[in-house]
């Protein structure tokens, strides 16, 4: 200690490398580790692998193809889905507390009704039963085309003040109403109420995790009854849309492309997540060997300053060590000497070296993370080996230098 105290300037320095290395690994460490993570985000929750969807398409024709793209090579998994989007009316008692942080800027309407987004999302009669079966329901129990039945996927996630909410949106039972409209001129509604029948969380192929929405999924029966009751404006806003999963999406997509080229009415968009995703992953693979090779970088030219750091003060320290010598100090004493100042030297370093690591760390993910769909973490595996090399490389580097006195 009166060491430090005569040579503060010196052991400022040393102090100084310390944590400019400690901050530097560490920074760089939590980079590739939330690199990785927003990668991976990106396509969190997909449960296709190519989408194909019709713009003003004819029905007839549309049908026609969905068959003919289901009996590809490939296809091991396929969904015909109607969509159309409008409004939930809810009251402030059927609101979650999730809902509620949703609306808080929202404002009721006269009859103090909020407008929650919506959907009815419909499949075709394969995908609804095994869908309806998945969740515990009797497709039967919704193919009247009298009782416009549904299962209600109760379940939202949407970023709200910079993070993510997750949960059910609408305090509602098996069996309840669900008042469904469309917005119809200046403060009127087209309505239609439904039987939300079952209530889940589980998705259907083509809906994906981070929705905004409450979806009613339907069975096509369900569907046409509601369809036929709607103005024309309204039936010509409805999406249709085919959801594949496959065992070779490049060759898939190739074959529906040769397929639909000779469409001549409308537009068809063929998006093939598949390959999307397998591209990411391998941008990742190159990313992390990039990052990890100059973590490595990084680490070796850290060691390397340390050690000149440390071994340049240890020879400043020549005669200090030779008068401690003379008066009697034994080799066993000198070496707990220096393994005290090790360990001080780690201590002070990770005094200041962590909480600015972490400091950092935040500030990335707050300027970035918070587009992303996961949580603030630390690589904690990356801070204990650093903390544990801090104490290795000081230790080390002292003993070594004080030896060659």
Same mark, same amino acid.
């Given at each position: 200690?009166?060491?430090?105290?005569?040579?503060?300037?010196?052991?400022? %320095?040393?102090?100084?490398?310390?944590?400019? =290395?400690?901050?530097?690994?560490?920074?760089?460490?939590?980079?590739?580790?939330?690199?990785?993570?927003?990668?991976?985000?990106?396509?969190? &929750?997909?449960?296709?692998?190519?989408?194909?969807?019709?713009?003003?398409?004819?029905?007839?024709?549309?049908?026609?193809?969905? &068959?003919?793209?289901?009996?590809?090579?490939?296809?091991?998994?396929?969904?015909?889905?109607?969509?159309?989007?409008?409004?939930?009316? %809810?009251?402030?008692?059927?609101?979650?507390?999730?809902?509620?942080?949703?609306?808080?800027?929202?404002?009721?309407?006269?009859?103090?009704?909020?407008?929650?987004? %919506?959907?009815?999302?419909?499949?075709?009669?394969?995908?609804?039963?095994?869908?309806?079966?998945?969740? &515990?329901?009797?497709?039967?129990?919704?193919?009247?085309?009298?009782?416009?039945?549904?299962?209600?996927?109760?379940?939202?996630?949407?970023?709200?003040?910079?993070?993510?909410?997750?949960?059910?949106?609408?305090?509602?039972?098996? &069996?309840?109403?669900?008042?469904?409209?469309?917005?119809?001129?200046?403060?009127?509604?087209?309505?239609?109420?439904?039987?939300?029948?079952?209530?889940?969380?589980?998705?259907?192929?083509?809906?994906?995790?981070? =929705?905004?929405?409450?979806?009613?999924?339907?069975?096509?029966?369900?569907?046409?009854?509601?369809?036929?009751?709607?103005?024309?404006?309204?039936?010509?806003?409805?999406?249709?849309?085919?959801?594949?999963?496959?065992?070779?999406?490049?060759?898939?997509?190739?074959?529906?492309?040769?397929?639909?080229?000779?469409?001549?009415?409308?537009?068809?968009?063929?998006?093939?997540?598949?390959?999307?995703?397998?591209?990411?992953?391998?941008?990742?693979?190159?990313?992390?060997?990039?990052?990890?090779?100059?973590?490595?970088?990084?680490?070796?030219?850290?060691?390397?300053?340390?050690?000149?750091?440390?071994?340049?003060?240890?020879?400043?320290?020549?005669?200090?060590? %030779?008068?401690?010598?003379?008066?009697?100090?034994?080799?066993?004493?000198?070496?707990?000497?220096?393994?005290?100042?090790?360990?001080?030297?780690?201590?002070?370093?990770?005094?200041?070296?962590?909480?600015?690591?972490?400091?950092?760390?935040?500030?990335?993910?707050?300027?970035?993370?918070?587009?992303?769909?996961?949580?603030?973490?630390?690589?904690?595996?990356?801070?204990?080996?650093?903390?544990?090399?801090?104490?290795?490389?000081?230790?080390?580097?002292?003993?070594?230098?004080?030896?060659?006195?």
């Amino acid at each position: 200690m009166k060491n430090l105290k005569r040579n503060r300037r010196k052991y400022r %320095a040393t102090v100084l490398s310390l944590i400019i =290395s400690l901050v530097l690994f560490l920074t760089v460490s939590y980079y590739a580790d939330f690199a990785g993570k927003a990668s991976s985000a990106r396509y969190m &929750g997909l449960n296709y692998d190519i989408s194909v969807d019709y713009m003003d398409v004819p029905p007839s024709e549309i049908k026609e193809l969905n &068959g003919k793209i289901a009996r590809l090579d490939f296809v091991t998994d396929s969904a015909m889905a109607q969509v159309t989007e409008g409004i939930f009316l %809810a009251d402030k008692t059927q609101l979650t507390e999730t809902a509620k942080k949703i609306v808080k800027s929202m404002k009721p309407d006269k009859q103090g009704k909020y407008n929650i987004s %919506a959907r009815i999302y419909c499949l075709d009669g394969p995908a609804f039963e095994k869908y309806a079966k998945s969740v &515990g329901a009797d497709p039967r129990d919704y193919e009247n085309p009298d009782v416009l039945n549904g299962i209600l996927i109760n379940y939202i996630k949407v970023p709200i003040d910079k993070k993510y909410v997750a949960g059910e949106n609408l305090n509602i039972k098996p &069996g309840g109403l669900l008042h469904f409209c469309y917005p119809y001129r200046e403060n009127q509604l087209e309505k239609f109420d439904f039987i939300a029948g079952t209530v889940t969380d589980k998705r259907p192929m083509g809906i994906l995790t981070q =929705s905004y929405e409450n979806t009613l999924v339907v069975s096509e029966e369900v569907f046409k009854a509601f369809q036929s009751k709607l103005r024309p404006e309204y039936q010509k806003s409805i999406r249709q849309s085919m959801y594949l999963n496959t065992s070779n999406s490049d060759k898939l997509e190739e074959q529906i492309k040769k397929l639909t080229d000779n469409t001549l009415n409308g537009r068809i968009i063929i998006l093939n997540i598949a390959a999307s995703a397998k591209s990411e992953r391998d941008y990742r693979l190159f990313l992390e060997v990039f990052i990890y090779g100059f973590i490595i970088l990084i680490s070796l030219i850290c060691i390397a300053n340390i050690f000149n750091t440390i071994s340049t003060s240890v020879a400043l320290r020549r005669k200090e060590f %030779a008068m401690l010598r003379s008066v009697g100090m034994t080799p066993r004493s000198f070496n707990k000497m220096i393994r005290f100042e090790s360990v001080f030297y780690g201590m002070k370093a990770l005094l200041y070296g962590l909480p600015i690591s972490i400091a950092i760390a935040w500030r990335l993910y707050y300027l970035e993370g918070l587009k992303y769909d996961f949580e603030f973490s630390l690589p904690w595996a990356n801070y204990g080996v650093a903390i544990a090399l801090v104490f290795i490389i000081v230790a080390s580097t002292m003993l070594y230098s004080s030896a060659k006195i």
